[in-house]
């Protein structure tokens, strides 16, 4: 029987040790962000190889420090394989710490700087934020999140990421005309291409 997407089932699918995470940024250090969005420059990014499927379930970014420019993030998935040129690996971790030592089957990068290597194909943008002032100017710090991406409950448009026969990948991207710093939270569910389909 195929897999039922639901939000009623994400409780369901870290008990079955299916969801992990990956973060860019740690503790008190943040990540560098980009100055705009490029396709080939994600800054978080989720690689499904052949015969794996990825429902994400929710990219959190919060901005730490701002330059006094436009702001944007965007959230996609490509049906291609936009390489690992001028990536960071970062090993995704399972929700459930029954499962910690359960390991993923997608590979998960991060960066802020260099083209990946290929131009993603097939793109579908999935959540994009625009902001035109200074988020610092508020209070002088941002005391939320900027951006969140929960397809599931609302936030975003839905997708899924995965084929029975080459790579895909979830990207997400955040730009500052000047130069931020920040954290990307990023959760997904994970399954065998045949189990999802039941192919």
């Not at 973060?23 to 969005?37: I, N, V």
């Not at 990068?109 to 097939?122: C, F, K, L, Q, Y």
Request: aromatic share 10%.
């Amino acid at each position: 029987m195929a897999i039922t997407v639901d939000r009623t089932q994400e409780l369901q699918w870290v008990k079955e040790g299916r969801v992990f995470y990956a973060t860019h940024g740690a503790l008190t250090t943040p990540a560098a962000f980009e100055t705009d969005l490029v396709r080939q420059t994600p800054d978080l990014m989720v690689r499904t190889p052949a015969g794996v499927v990825i429902v994400p379930l929710r990219v959190s970014v919060i901005t730490e420090a701002t330059g006094a420019a436009v702001f944007q993030c965007l959230v996609s998935a490509c049906d291609n394989d936009p390489g690992v040129a001028n990536r960071t690996a970062t090993t995704p971790v399972n929700t459930n710490t029954r499962y910690a030592q359960t390991g993923s089957s997608v590979t998960a990068t991060i960066t802020a700087t260099g083209n990946s290597g290929t131009a993603p194909t097939g793109v579908s943008d999935l959540l994009r934020v625009y902001s035109q002032a200074d988020i610092d100017a508020i209070a002088q710090t941002a005391h939320f999140e900027q951006v969140v991406y929960a397809p599931l409950w609302g936030r975003g448009a839905p997708c899924i990421v995965g084929s029975d026969t080459s790579v895909n990948a979830f990207m997400v991207y955040v730009g500052n005309g000047t130069s931020s710093t920040g954290y990307i939270l990023t959760a997904w569910a994970e399954f065998t291409y045949d189990e999802f389909y039941a192919a």
